[in-house]
Nanobody, 127 residues
Framework: QVQLVESGGGLVQAGGSLRLSCAAS????????LGWFRQAPGKERELVAA????????YYADSVKGRFTISRDNARSTVYLQMNSLKPEDTAVYHC????????????????????WGQGTQVTVSS
């Protein structure tokens, strides 16, 4: 079992940057594929980015490609989401999530695959 705690959210102007972090408990962090989801009021939850166990495979939603970067540090049991060129439409609560533990490689791209979720961190982008 793993517990996830996000940090790094806040208020930023359009065009600005934020870096979200998600620290995980447990000693098998490298056995989990990870993802960042977001949900805005009145909208469905959306997968923003995902990363494989080793970090060599990543996935990005079309809406964030070229602006967001997901990465992980298995030694620190932490996953990051670097968000650049932020837009007002990026405003949402961002959750990190973990799929595993598993031996399967690759990324997970649907919410149903994820077993553990953080409480979320608010990102607000002003115009």
């Amino acid at each position: 079992q793993v517990q996830l705690v996000e940090s790094g959210g806040g208020l930023v102007q359009a065009g600005g940057s934020l870096r979200l972090s998600c620290a995980a408990s447990g000693r098998t962090f490298s056995m989990y594929a990870l993802g960042w989801f977001r949900q805005a009021p009145g909208k469905e939850r959306e997968l923003v980015a995902a990363i494989s166990r080793s970090g060599d495979s990543t996935y990005y939603a079309d809406s964030v490609k070229g602006r967001f970067t997901i990465s992980r540090d298995n030694a620190r049991s932490t996953v990051y989401l670097q968000m650049n060129s932020l837009k007002p439409e990026d405003t949402a609560v961002y959750h990190c999530s973990a799929d595993g533990p598993r031996y399967r490689l690759g990324v997970s791209t649907t919410a149903d695959e994820y077993d553990y979720w953080g409480q979320g961190t608010q990102v607000t982008v002003s115009s």
